[in-house]
T-cell receptor
Framework: DAGVIQSPRHEVTEMGQEVTLRCKPI?????LFWYRQTMMRGLELLIY????????DSGMPEDRFSAKMPNASFSTLKIQPSEPRDSAVYFC???????????FGPGTRLTVT | GENVEQHPSTLSVQEGDSAVIKCTYS??????FPWYKQELGKGPQLIID?????GEKKDQRIAVTLNKTAKHFSLHITETQPEDSAVYFC????????????FGTGTSLTVIP
């Protein structure tokens, strides 16, 4: 299995631009999670999906952030417009559902200048 | 939700010594406690986990203990090696809030050769 796949691995953009991060979960997993990691705030859960349905988006910082999961094999996290304080590493993780291991992708390092 | 606290935030040990990282949680209904290792530039990876019906679990040099009464769990690494140097995160799952992980703030472990 290829594991969780994220793209791009690195993204540098200017303030005000739209950013789209992509995630392909492990086949057969029905839960998907988006996290943001910074030195100041550690690992923060932004949103998670069960069976492609958003369950809890209370961690999404503001309306500039949105996430979709159109099917079981693809999810996007969009930031529009981006701001310098959005600079962080964004991780996608997937699991089989229930209280069990989450498998993390390699992350996308986002830099907003 | 759940509140997970992790100590210490940094830990340095000599190669061959043991390292212990401790976490506490707030909700006695939490039932799954994974430990993740994150190396520089990579996503977190599960190293060991324990469920609430078990008091201790061991995997070679790594062990986890759970005290449900006191609501704390600990990671023990024996015979530490330089490659154990990384950031370690504990987490808990509270079933009433779905499958989301509540992560601790992380411990940066340095093993000095």
């Amino acid at each position: 299995d290829a594991g969780v796949i994220q793209s791009p691995r690195h993204e540098v953009t200017e303030m005000g631009q739209e950013v789209t991060l992509r995630c392909k979960p492990i086949s057969g997993h029905n839960s998907l999670f988006w996290y943001r990691q910074t030195m100041m705030r550690g690992l923060e859960l932004l949103i998670y999906f069960n069976n492609n349905v958003p369950i809890d988006d209370s961690g999404m910082p503001e309306d500039r952030f949105s996430a979709k999961m159109p099917n079981a094999s693809f999810s996007t996290l969009k930031i529009q417009p981006s701001e310098p304080r959005d600079s962080a590493v964004y991780f996608c993780a997937s699991s089989r559902g229930g209280p069990t291991e989450q498998y993390f992708g390699p992350g996308t390092r986002l830099t907003v200048t | 939700g759940e509140n997970v606290e992790q100590h210490p935030s940094t830990l340095s040990v000599q190669e061959g010594d043991s390292a212990v990282i401790k976490c506490t949680y707030s909700d006695s209904a939490s039932n799954y406690f994974p430990w993740y290792k994150q190396e520089l530039g990579k996503g977190p990876q599960l190293i060991i986990d324990i469920r609430s019906n078990v008091g201790e679990k061991k995997d070679q040099r790594i062990a986890v203990t759970l005290n449900k009464t006191a609501k704390h769990f600990s990671l023990h690494i024996t015979e530490t090696q330089p490659e154990d140097s990384a950031v370690y995160f504990c987490a808990a799952i509270l079933p009433s809030t779905g499958n989301q992980f509540y992560f601790g703030t992380g411990t940066s472990l340095t093993v000095i050769p």
